[in-house]
């Protein structure tokens, strides 16, 4: 409860609702005292006044009886009256937001270890069941309400460029942020933001156009896949080899198979990629070299820091 109050408190301070709140008492208080002293009734009577004034309650039972009176009526509903409104209607809006981002685990309980989504395009709705397959805690930051989401979805409605949404989602706490967009342009703005605020959070982005996604590459930003490159390679050699498609999405899809990257053993080092035995019955796909793909018919030279792409069984996985 305390720490519940403090974030009230806080968002309050940093949106002024609470000088605006304390506004309101102060013009109450005077107001009572004002209209106590030139309509010769109690503190009490004038503290009930104002009240009763400002909450727009107006029993009528207590009234002004003098133009003075009148004039300090006047004064209290002109001021005290709106920034009521707009006081209280701010503690709600507090209220209602912190609900909200207790129940998507964004306050009080960070999230961690999550998958943090930026943007938002077509694609994005064909690839999140099996982004929540793997996933078991995902949030997305995209603006405007999206009605193909699942409604239960945590989504916070804000722009992924902007710093102050993006803190939202605890992006140094996430395991992996995935950018998308539906222009080159914004998944570019918003790759840097991120990579800017959590440079040790890996960002895998999805561009449109392979400029795009080597222009990400060249600022850093080395999990950088173009759409177009995806669809159209596998397109072009499926055409070729038919059931090539089917493969990639067999490999992808298999609840049995496993892909793992492990750092190149020691005993390997400098040595052919043939030279080298996988465990039980894995087999290397390729080799990553500062993030760069050298497949296995190319036989490279294994070497330090050198990473290896296995496949293997998930019930051989260690």
Same mark, same amino acid.
């Given at each position: 409860m305390p720490?519940?109050?403090? %974030?009230?408190?806080?968002?309050?301070?940093? $949106?002024?609702?609470?000088?605006?709140?304390?506004?309101?008492?102060?013009?109450?208080?005077?107001? +009572? /005292? =004002?209209?106590?002293?030139t309509q010769h009734v109690s503190l009490f009577t004038g503290i009930y006044w104002a009240v009763t004034t400002v909450t727009t309650v107006g029993y009528g039972d207590v009234t002004p009886h003098n133009a003075v009176g009148r004039i300090i009526a006047m004064g209290t509903m002109l001021t005290a009256i709106p920034l009521a409104g707009v006081a209280f209607g701010g503690w709600t809006a507090?209220?209602?937001?912190?609900? =909200?981002?207790?129940?998507?685990?964004? /306050?009080?309980n960070k999230m961690r270890r999550h998958l943090v989504i930026l943007g938002y395009s077509p694609i994005l709705i064909h690839i999140l069941p099996d982004l929540a397959a793997r996933h078991t805690q995902l949030v997305l930051i995209a603006p405007g309400d999206i009605n193909s989401l699942p409604p239960d979805f945590p $989504?916070? %409605?804000?722009?992924?460029?902007?710093? $102050?949404?993006?803190a939202q989602a605890h992006l140094r706490d996430a395991k992996q942020i995935v950018v998308l967009g539906e222009t080159d342009g914004s998944v570019l703005m918003s790759a840097l933001e991120a990579h800017r605020l959590a440079p040790d959070t890996p960002i895998f982005s999805i561009t449109h156009s392979r400029r795009a996604a080597q222009t990400l590459k060249d600022l850093g930003l080395m999990h950088s896949v173009a759409s177009q490159d995806l669809l159209g390679h596998t397109l072009a050699t499926s055409?070729?080899?038919? $059931?090539?498609?089917?493969?990639?999405? /067999?490999?992808?899809?298999?609840?049995? +198979? =496993? =892909?793992r990257e492990i750092p190149a053993p020691d005993d390997v080092l400098h040595h052919p990629l043939?030279?080298?035995?996988?465990?039980?019955? +894995?087999?290397?796909? +390729?080799?990553?070299?500062? %993030?760069?793909?050298?497949?296995?018919?190319? %036989?490279?030279?294994?070497?330090?820091?050198?990473?290896?792409?296995?496949?293997?069984?998930?019930?051989?996985?260690?």
């Open positions: 720490f519940f109050i403090l %974030n009230i408190w806080h968002r309050a301070s940093r $949106h002024q609702i609470l000088i605006l709140t304390i506004l309101v008492f102060v013009i109450m208080v005077v107001s +009572a /005292a =004002l209209f106590a002293i507090s209220l209602i937001s912190i609900h =909200l981002r207790k129940v998507w685990g964004l /306050a009080m $989504h916070i %409605n804000g722009d992924p460029t902007h710093p $102050h949404v993006l055409l070729e080899t038919p $059931h090539a498609a089917d493969f990639f999405v /067999a490999l992808l899809t298999s609840t049995r +198979a =496993l =892909l043939v030279d080298f035995v996988p465990p039980g019955s +894995a087999s290397v796909l +390729a080799v990553i070299r500062k %993030n760069q793909v050298i497949l296995p018919i190319d %036989n490279p030279v294994i070497e330090p820091l050198d990473t290896l792409l296995l496949l293997t069984a998930q019930d051989q996985a260690t």
